[in-house]
């Protein structure tokens, strides 16, 4: 058993601490240093926290669009394969949905906050199954 806080606590913690504290405490580029800082320990945090179910949805969906098993690496290394060698395109059954939904699942932990992400995320929402 892990004792607590978790990981994901102590980088939000620590974000919090250098957004609310240091940064409005300091002046010009140790500011902004701070708010750098700040926001790549909350793109840790949102790794810790989203990337182990986002990468095995990903893997599975290579290996249903695919046909075939292996690590997330040699799936996307053969996906890149078949693009390129036109045996896979856009009007493949199932290509569309995934790369749109790996997009998503990078961009939930990169820019969560992105306006772009999230119109693609409420028209996704509005969209009939």
């Known amino acids: 058993m892990q004792d607590q806080p978790a ?25 902004f ?4 800082a700040a926001n790549a320990l909350e793109m840790m945090r949102r790794q810790l926290d989203l990337a182990p179910a986002a990468e095995a949805a990903e893997r599975a969906r290579l290996a249903a669009l695919l046909g075939m098993g292996g690590d997330l690496a040699q799936l996307n290394a053969e996906l890149s394969r078949r693009l390129a060698t036109g045996d896979l395109d856009l009007a493949t059954p199932g290509l569309a949905e995934h790369l749109w939904a790996t997009t998503l699942a990078k961009l939930a932990v990169d820019q969560p906050t992105y306006w772009g992400y999230r119109a693609a995320l409420a028209e996704r929402s509005m969209a009939p199954d």
């Open 33 to 36: 240093n701070a708010r750098v």
């Open 7 to 31: 990981p994901g606590e102590i980088l939000a913690a620590v974000a919090r601490f250098l957004r609310e504290v240091v940064a409005p405490e300091t002046a010009g580029h140790t500011a």
